[in-house]
Structures are given as structure tokens and as C-alpha cells.
């Protein structure tokens, strides 16, 4: 698993190392607010409801016996672990949002503030990340799904949601629970799950 292209995200969500932030890493600040055209809240809802559809239909569909199918499932144990991970962390930590005082440093603020880590951006990088590790190889084109967590990414900065560190935690958050579970040979999902359900609804046609 490479990890070159966070130095990257790291680059472009900074929007220039020259811009005095805050945050744990000197970088958070508010960027222009925009939510037109790409950007429109009701597109990243979208994405995100399209990417929970997608893994569960496939995993349902082509079954845990199917390469394929193996990895979706895999996908499915990366994304539910993140989403309870980062839910915890959120409220754990207490980060208030841009949008909520435009204060990087505020932590610990209670359940009225969930910036960090960003819970979308950690979805996306949760679901391309085990088809990386599989495909990557075999398949470099496969690299280009990092435009759906890095989009996710900007989107959410442009909305005024996360800090540029929120963002970066999520994509390293869904990434690294993404590669544990594309590495483990029996998904967690499918071991609990009746095998009517994980062996694949293609298969009974």
C-alpha cells in the first residue's frame, strides 16, 4: 500500500503553506464558501448514498465467494468500522466546525461540535481502499477512485463542515481501516451472517 498521495492531499488541502492557520498541524483555515454545481451539498449526499448502495448491492449480489463479490464485502467491514470509529472520535473530541466560529483551536466543545475526523471523507476512502489494495497491482488506473474521497475532501472544506486536518484524518482513517480489512481472508460481516445471505443473490438465478 502506498501512501505517496497524502503528501499530495496534504499540498492541496493546505492551500498553500504560505497561509497562516491553526490546528494541530498549522494548516486549518476557511477557504471561499461554495456550494454550486459540483459542490452542491445535495452531490455530496449523493456520493455518499451512492457509495453505501453500491457496496451493499455488490456484496449481495455477487456473494463472498466471487472475487469481486470478496472484496465488496470487504468493503462493507471497512465502512461500518470506520463510520463507528469516526462517530466515537467525534464525539470524543469535541472539534467545533468553521462554520461554528471559524476556530481552528477550539476542542472539547461537547456535543454541539463534530468536526474532526470528517465521517463522508472517511466513507470514500473506506470504500476505494480495499479495491486499491486488490487491483492496484494488476490494475494501476485503479488509483484514479482517490477522486472520490478527494472530492469529498474539497466539498466539505468548500461548505465550511471540516478543517483541512479533519479531512486528513478521515481519508487516513477510512485508508488504514480500509487496508486492515482488505487483508483479512474471512470478512467480519460474512462471518456473522447467514451464508443464504453472504453467498450471493446472482447465484440463485
Request: proline content about 4%.
Amino acid at each position: 500500500m502506498r501512501f505517496w498521495h497524502f503528501g499530495l492531499l496534504l499540498f492541496a488541502l493546505a492551500g498553500g503553506s504560505a497561509y497562516a492557520g491553526g490546528g494541530p498541524l498549522g494548516i486549518d483555515h476557511e477557504i471561499g464558501f461554495d456550494q454550486s454545481g459540483i459542490w452542491a451539498r445535495k452531490n455530496q449526499t449523493a456520493l455518499e448514498v451512492g457509495t453505501i448502495v453500491v457496496e451493499i448491492g455488490g456484496a449481495l449480489w455477487l456473494g463472498n465467494d466471487d472475487q469481486l463479490g470478496h472484496v465488496f464485502w470487504q468493503t462493507v467491514d471497512s465502512s461500518v468500522i470506520t463510520a463507528v470509529t469516526a462517530t466515537v472520535l467525534k464525539k470524543a473530541i469535541g472539534r467545533a466546525r468553521p462554520d461554528q466560529g471559524n476556530n481552528p483551536n477550539r476542542w472539547f466543545r461537547g456535543s454541539c461540535c463534530e468536526s474532526f475526523p470528517s465521517g463522508e471523507v472517511a466513507l470514500q476512502a473506506s470504500f476505494v481502499t480495499p479495491f486499491i489494495v486488490h487491483y492496484a497491482g494488476e490494475h494501476p488506473w485503479i488509483w484514479a477512485l482517490e477522486l472520490l474521497p478527494l472530492y469529498d475532501a474539497t466539498a466539505r472544506l468548500k461548505s465550511h463542515a471540516h478543517w483541512q486536518t479533519d479531512v486528513i484524518a478521515g481519508w487516513l482513517l477510512g485508508s488504514g481501516i480500509g487496508y486492515w480489512t482488505a487483508k483479512r481472508e474471512l470478512p467480519f460481516s460474512v462471518a456473522i451472517l447467514p451464508h443464504g445471505v453472504t453467498i450471493g443473490f446472482s447465484k440463485r438465478f
